[in-house]
């Protein structure tokens, strides 16, 4: 999939928004867009494939806008099967910052589902230490509330109005895989403390939100994972 967006997007020329004011240097099929962030609206379109640019903590109108316009965006149409995808995104977000999001796209999109991968856990010592760090580097997480347990991840997506929310911690992820396929990880990627990483993955999950069960169920997940070669 990686490697299908970047031909997607070296064979794309960038086109911005309508209502954008932006300078644009290409250099080795490369753009530095030279604008205020708050007024960035950015798009590469290639017919199937649309990336946007989009800061999420502005308001969900806004953000549908961008979505949903068949003019200045993607054209997504709101009553269609969708799935949304967030690595390590809202714990960057403020609490009503998230909370506005993510009800905001279980009201306008009912026949969607969020996958949602983030830190959780993260009031207990080995979770004050990744905490720690991650302020060493500058690294301020707004969203930490959220990840305390996986009861709390679950219960904000609840109180959203998602019908419903279910998480694994990555370590229980993991063990839905088949013998075979951790066996073959285990040896490609040679782990030089496997207790540290089982407290890490402790502190990691995935959690699935769904406005409709039956497009996806968090029992095809799991069945999914275990066939995975």
């Known amino acids: 999939m990686t490697i299908q967006r970047r031909r997607l997007l070296e064979s794309t020329n ?82 009503e910052a998230s909370c506005q999001l993510i009800k905001g796209l279980s009201v306008n999109f009912p026949r969607a589902s969020f996958l949602h991968y983030e830190q959780v856990n993260m009031s207990d010592s080995f979770g004050s230490i990744m905490i720690k760090n991650f302020r060493a580097r500058s690294c301020e997480l707004p969203g930490l509330n959220a990840c305390h347990s996986l009861a709390t991840q679950e219960e904000r997506f609840f109180k959203a109005g998602w019908k419903k929310a279910k998480g694994w911690t990555i370590n229980q992820v993991y063990k839905m895989l088949p013998s075979s396929t951790r066996y073959r990880v285990e040896h490609l990627e040679l ?3 496997l207790e540290v990483t089982m407290q890490l993955f402790d502190h990691y999950c995935i959690l699935l939100a769904t406005n409709d069960e039956i497009i996806c169920p968090d029992e095809q997940l799991k069945e999914s994972l275990a066939t995975i070669e």
């Open 14 to 95: 960038a086109s911005p928004l309508k209502d954008d004011n932006l300078n644009l240097t290409i250099n080795q099929k490369t753009s530095v867009v030279d604008t205020p962030h708050d007024n960035l609206h950015y798009v590469f379109e290639t017919g199937r494939f649309h990336l946007l640019s989009f800061d999420l903590r502005r308001s969900v109108q806004e953000l549908l806008d961008v979505l949903c316009s068949k003019v200045n965006g993607a054209g997504c149409s709101k009553s269609c099967p969708t799935l949304f995808l967030a690595e390590c995104v809202l714990v960057y977000m403020s609490p």
């Open 191 to 193: 782990l030089d403390d």
